[in-house]
C-alpha cells in the first residue's frame, strides 16, 4: 500500500471562453488568480490558468484549460464534482450569492452529515461548497467575506460505473483508506496528511461513459501531493508493480513535476512534486496572477504564442494587494536523474488556428 500519496495537489478542468472561467472561477467561487501560463502540451497555445487560496497552496488550486475548440462529453469515469471547503453554516451565504450571478445550483444538501451547495460553471462543470472545519488562509472579495469563504478542496467526487476496482486502486496504489457509504456515495480518505483528503465514489452504473480528452465542460484530470521527485518514481514503481503499467514519464510542469496513470474507473489521476520556489520562481508573491508566464523554454516563441491567445484581463479581486507566505517545499527537493524529465518542445509558428 502506497504510504507516499498525500492530499490534493490540484484538480483540473475544461472550461469554454477564457474570460468566462476567469469571472466565474473569481467572482463566483472567490478563488485567487494565482498563475497564467499555457498548456505545456501539444502544438497550439492553450492557456493554463491557476487558481487558489491566499496563500497559493498545494489542495486549493483548481487548474484551468480554457478549451472552446471542442465540447466534452460529461459521464462516467470522470471526476464529476470538485468540492470545496467553507466554514460551518457558510452554505447559507452561498445560496443567494450564486443566484446573484445566475448560476445554476441544486439547493442546500447533506451527504456524510455535512451540508453542502452544489453549484454549476456556465461551461457545465459542477462544484459543491462543504460545511468543514479548515484553518486555511481564505482569499477574499468584494462580496465574499473570510467567514464564509473558501479553505481549499475538501475533496472531489468521481463517477464510477463499478466501485471495487476503484476503490483497490485507491487503497492499494494511493493508500486511502474507507471512511463509509452514504447512498451510491463511497467516502474515503487519504492516509497522507495533505489538505484536500476526501474522495467520494459515485456508483453510477447505468452513466454511459464521459470523454477522456479535453473538452470543454468537463474536469480532466486529479492530483495528488507526493513529496519529491524520489517518491514520484517510487510512485510510478508501485504502479507498475501493482500491474498499472500505463505510468506515463516524469513531466517538468516548470512549478512541479508530473506523473500519469489512468485508473481503473477511467479517472486520469495525476501525482505531482513541487519545486523549489514552486509558483514564485517567475512572479513575486503579491504579483501572483497578473500576467503571462511561460516556462523558460517556451519564451522564445512568445510572440507566437500571444497572438493565439484571447487577451483576459484580471479582476479588481485578484490584483496584487498582499504578500503571502512562500510556497511550501517542507521536504527537501531530491533533484531528477540527469535525463529524466520529459519536456514538450513544439513549434507554435508551423500550425494555423
Ligand atoms: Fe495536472
Given at each position: 500500500m502506497s504510504t507516499l500519496v498525500q492530499g490534493i495537489h490540484h484538480i483540473t478542468q475544461c472550461p469554454g471562453p477564457a474570460q468566462q472561467d476567469v469571472d466565474f472561477c473569481t467572482q463566483?467561487?472567490?478563488?485567487?488568480?494565482?498563475?497564467?501560463?499555457?498548456?505545456?502540451?501539444?502544438?497550439?497555445?492553450?492557456?493554463?490558468?491557476?487558481?487558489?487560496?491566499?496563500?497559493?497552496?498545494?489542495?486549493?488550486i483548481a487548474t484551468s484549460f480554457p478549451y472552446s475548440r471542442k465540447p466534452g462529453r460529461a459521464g462516467s469515469g470522470q471526476i464529476s464534482i470538485v468540492c470545496y471547503a467553507v466554514p460551518k453554516g457558510a452554505t447559507a451565504f452561498w445560496k443567494p450569492h450564486v443566484e446573484r450571478y445566475s448560476i445554476e445550483h441544486g439547493g442546500i444538501q447533506e451527504r456524510?452529515?455535512?451540508?453542502?451547495?452544489?453549484?454549476r460553471h456556465p461551461a457545465g462543470m459542477w462544484y459543491e461548497v462543504v460545511e468543514a472545519d479548515d484553518s486555511r488562509e481564505p482569499w477574499?472579495?468584494?462580496?465574499?467575506g473570510a467567514d464564509v469563504a473558501t479553505r481549499g478542496f475538501f475533496g472531489a467526487?468521481?463517477?464510477v460505473r463499478s466501485v471495487e476496482e476503484q476503490e483497490q486502486f485507491l487503497v492499494e496504489a494511493l493508500g486511502f483508506r474507507k471512511l463509509g457509504v452514504d447512498g451510491a456515495y463511497h467516502r474515503f480518505e487519504t492516509s497522507g496528511d495533505g489538505c484536500g483528503s476526501i474522495i467520494d465514489l459515485h456508483h453510477e452504473p447505468d452513466r454511459a461513459p464521459g470523454s477522456w480528452s479535453f473538452g470543454a465542460g468537463t474536469f480532466h484530470h486529479i492530483a495528488f501531493s507526493v513529496d519529491n521527485d524520489e517518491a514520484l518514481?517510487?510512485?510510478?514503481?508501485?504502479?507498475?508493480?501493482?500491474?498499472?503499467?500505463?505510468?506515463?514519464?516524469?513531466k517538468d510542469r516548470f512549478y512541479f513535476h508530473s506523473m500519469y496513470v489512468r485508473s481503473p474507473g477511467g479517472i486520469l489521476v495525476e501525482?505531482?512534486?513541487?519545486?523549489s520556489g514552486g509558483f514564485y520562481q517567475d512572479e513575486k508573491p503579491e504579483e501572483l496572477g497578473t500576467r503571462l508566464n511561460l516556462p523558460p523554454w517556451y519564451e522564445g516563441q512568445r510572440a507566437e504564442?500571444?497572438?493565439?491567445?484571447?487577451p483576459v484581463s484580471v479582476p479588481e479581486e485578484?490584483?496584487?494587494?498582499?504578500?503571502?507566505?512562500?510556497?511550501?517545499?517542507?521536504?527537501?527537493?531530491?533533484?531528477?536523474?540527469?535525463?529524466?524529465?520529459?519536456r514538450s518542445n513544439p513549434d507554435f509558428a508551423r500550425y494555423e488556428r
Amino acid at each position: 500500500m502506497s504510504t507516499l500519496v498525500q492530499g490534493i495537489h490540484h484538480i483540473t478542468q475544461c472550461p469554454g471562453p477564457a474570460q468566462q472561467d476567469v469571472d466565474f472561477c473569481t467572482q463566483v467561487l472567490g478563488q485567487r488568480l494565482v498563475k497564467q501560463t499555457v498548456l505545456l502540451d501539444g502544438n497550439i497555445p492553450i492557456y493554463h490558468f491557476y487558481y487558489g487560496n491566499a496563500d497559493a497552496e498545494p489542495g486549493s488550486i483548481a487548474t484551468s484549460f480554457p478549451y472552446s475548440r471542442k465540447p466534452g462529453r460529461a459521464g462516467s469515469g470522470q471526476i464529476s464534482i470538485v468540492c470545496y471547503a467553507v466554514p460551518k453554516g457558510a452554505t447559507a451565504f452561498w445560496k443567494p450569492h450564486v443566484e446573484r450571478y445566475s448560476i445554476e445550483h441544486g439547493g442546500i444538501q447533506e451527504r456524510f452529515g455535512r451540508k453542502y451547495l452544489r453549484l454549476r460553471h456556465p461551461a457545465g462543470m459542477w462544484y459543491e461548497v462543504v460545511e468543514a472545519d479548515d484553518s486555511r488562509e481564505p482569499w477574499k472579495t468584494k462580496h465574499i467575506g473570510a467567514d464564509v469563504a473558501t479553505r481549499g478542496f475538501f475533496g472531489a467526487v468521481m463517477s464510477v460505473r463499478s466501485v471495487e476496482e476503484q476503490e483497490q486502486f485507491l487503497v492499494e496504489a494511493l493508500g486511502f483508506r474507507k471512511l463509509g457509504v452514504d447512498g451510491a456515495y463511497h467516502r474515503f480518505e487519504t492516509s497522507g496528511d495533505g489538505c484536500g483528503s476526501i474522495i467520494d465514489l459515485h456508483h453510477e452504473p447505468d452513466r454511459a461513459p464521459g470523454s477522456w480528452s479535453f473538452g470543454a465542460g468537463t474536469f480532466h484530470h486529479i492530483a495528488f501531493s507526493v513529496d519529491n521527485d524520489e517518491a514520484l518514481f517510487a510512485q510510478k514503481a508501485l504502479y507498475e508493480e501493482l500491474g498499472y503499467t500505463d505510468a506515463s514519464e516524469v513531466k517538468d510542469r516548470f512549478y512541479f513535476h508530473s506523473m500519469y496513470v489512468r485508473s481503473p474507473g477511467g479517472i486520469l489521476v495525476e501525482c505531482t512534486a513541487n519545486v523549489s520556489g514552486g509558483f514564485y520562481q517567475d512572479e513575486k508573491p503579491e504579483e501572483l496572477g497578473t500576467r503571462l508566464n511561460l516556462p523558460p523554454w517556451y519564451e522564445g516563441q512568445r510572440a507566437e504564442i500571444l497572438a493565439r491567445l484571447e487577451p483576459v484581463s484580471v479582476p479588481e479581486e485578484n490584483r496584487p494587494r498582499r504578500v503571502v507566505k512562500p510556497f511550501s517545499t517542507a521536504t527537501p527537493m531530491a533533484a531528477a536523474p540527469a535525463g529524466a524529465l520529459s519536456r514538450s518542445n513544439p513549434d507554435f509558428a508551423r500550425y494555423e488556428r
